[in-house]
């Protein structure tokens, strides 16, 4: 964390705001409560000014921790909510947004304390409830030994149960409400590998909010996922309509056209998200990926390029095309130091390890094969995909 942001730092820093946040609404994730101006009673003439309103130095750092969480500037989010919830230990606004800015940092064992405090406090605030699921989904997923967090899952779902439970006693925002936690159980169910139950759940997440488009983005993807393709198009599609401005949507829409064959259609979306987002890695390497799979290596390489630029953690599926056009051209060494990223990144992908394998297979000038690890990439590939015919077909070539 950058330790320039000293509390002290916040507070003057909010200070400043203050200001300017009594009278903006700040954008998402959630606003916070409005302060009220303070009321002076009518004086005599003669009576001296009153006195300023009082600063709320609680109020200005869940502001201040707002504008940064919406800039991704998460680590001075963190900082700025904690700093709010240490003056006010039962301030539920604060609580939840300290919950999620530490998920945020990968605090998630001090993310899922907070949120549950956060539940003891206000047991009828659903959006701790979907937050704490949320957070026992990224500290499955942050974790590399899955098996010290095996429980994450069921407790995710548990959690989720009882969201509901409260939503059903209310009378406002229930299919809101319920959209929001049957879209929370499709991630669960995703991450546990049962596809069908996803897509039922988003399904019934899509009923109760017909016209959202993150909804409708994760039905298409479960779809694709399931290896229907055109249901997973027709569903990006809407994704589009709905929000068209979103450059995710429109940048996945783009490669999935890309796949079905409808070449000259992805390109033209896939430059549209880009130039939506043109600081957006997934938007930019989608871009690279359709133009990868158009057979326009130049474009491919640079957009790509960019994009690991822009993020250089989250998408290994852009190392692993920027490895492909490696082998493509024959430049051997950049083609194995991508793979190996995509491998490392996406260490539960057959196809990278597949043709990690298949780069160490080869060789180039000044460059000698290591069958040892191809052989190992793959084996890794085939113990990942048991029936993938190229790992096993480059094993036995090794035999």
Known sequence: MNSRFSTLGLLMVAAALGGATAQTTPPNPTQPAQTQPVQSPAAPAQAAPAAAPAVRPVANYIALGIFYYNKGNFDQAYVAFRAASEMDPANTEALLLLGRSQVRVRLYGPAITTLKRLITLDPRNVPAYIALSQAYQQQYIGTSDRQTVAANLTEALRVLTAAETVVQAQGTDRNLNLSKIWNERGYVYKLQGDVTRSIEAFKQASSLNPDNSIILYNLGDMYYASGNLPMALDFLQQAVIADPGDPYNRAYYAKLLALSGNVATARAEAAQAARLAPTNAYAVGQYGVVSYLAKDPATARAQLTQAVKLDA?????????????????????????????????????????YYLGLSYERSATGLAPDRLKARANYEQALRLDPGHRLAQEGLNRLR
């Open 313 to 353: 953690l989250r998408y290994p599926e852009f190392y692993y095309y920027l490895g492909r056009l490696g082998l493509d051209s024959g430049e051997l060494r950049a083609a194995r130091d991508n793979l190996t990223r995509a491998a490392a990144l996406g260490s539960n992908t057959a196809e990278y390890a």
